[in-house]
């Protein structure tokens, strides 16, 4: 079954709406979870690295204030996309893992959340 | 600095055996991984790699050598279901993974 959970899974909305997006780890405890942009054709992009308790990590070139981070348990980050335009559309997909007590497992994907901005 | 390479698309023949490679330069290696992303979908786990050898499980068998930064993933017995892109990553001291581009595999009958 799922290890991680993401919701939700498809969004429709006007442009200027601000979208969250949540990401739950089910199996284990993730201190660190990763957030990616996939555009269609093209290779997952990593957006931030989302760590419990402390302000995420974004890469280069990733609006922090665009993109919201919060991950306030060991099993839930949310990703908030702010005043949403259109070239915002894009596949969002969380990861978790691995656990500090098990490091030789991967990293697990949600199912992703398709974001169309009308 | 951080560089992963793989090829950009494959094509194989339905019951034939391929061979995807991988060669990386990273710093803070911590484990390889590969995965398999179908079109429109989230990728899924399929192996992972920390030490050198072949891990086999089922139809797919991964190797690592990480003396020469290589990795390949192969597939035996093709199913026409295996068509998808296949990504694979390296993961940092700091956990973050490093992604290849993916190699989009497509089965012909």
């Known amino acids: 079954g799922a290890v991680v959970s993401q919701h939700p899974s498809r969004v429709i909305c006007k442009s200027g709406t601000s979208v969250k997006i949540e990401c739950r780890s089910l199996d284990f405890q993730a201190t660190t979870m990763f957030w990616y942009r996939q555009f269609p054709k093209q290779s997952l992009m990593l957006m931030a690295t989302?760590?419990?308790?402390?302000?995420?990590?974004?890469e280069q070139g990733v609006e922090k204030d665009k993109f919201l981070i919060n991950h306030a348990s060991l099993t839930l980050s949310t990703l908030t996309v702010t005043s949403a335009h259109p070239e915002d559309s894009s596949f969002y997909i969380c990861?978790?893992?691995?656990?500090?007590?098990?490091?030789?497992?991967?990293?697990?994907f949600g199912d992703g959340t398709r974001l169309s901005i009308l | 600095g951080q560089n992963i390479d793989q090829p950009t698309e494959m094509t194989a023949t339905e019951g034939a055996i391929v061979q995807i490679n991988c060669t990386y330069q990273?710093?803070?290696?911590?484990?390889l991984f590969w995965y398999q992303q179908h079109a429109g979908e989230a990728p899924t786990f399929l192996s992972y790699n920390v030490l050198d050898g072949l891990e086999e499980k089922g139809r797919f068998s991964s190797f690592l050598s990480r003396s020469k930064g290589y990795s390949y993933l192969l597939l035996k017995e093709l199913q026409m279901k295996d068509s998808a892109s296949y990504l694979c990553?390296?993961?940092?001291?700091?956990?973050?993974?490093?992604w290849g581009a993916g190699t989009k595999l497509i089965i012909k009958p």
């Open positions: 990861s978790a893992g691995p656990s500090h007590e098990r490091v030789d497992q991967p990293q697990h």
């Open positions: 990553a390296v993961r940092r001291s700091n956990y973050q993974l490093i």
């Open positions: 990273t710093s803070g290696f911590n484990g």
């Open positions: 989302s760590n419990e308790g402390s302000k995420a990590t974004y």
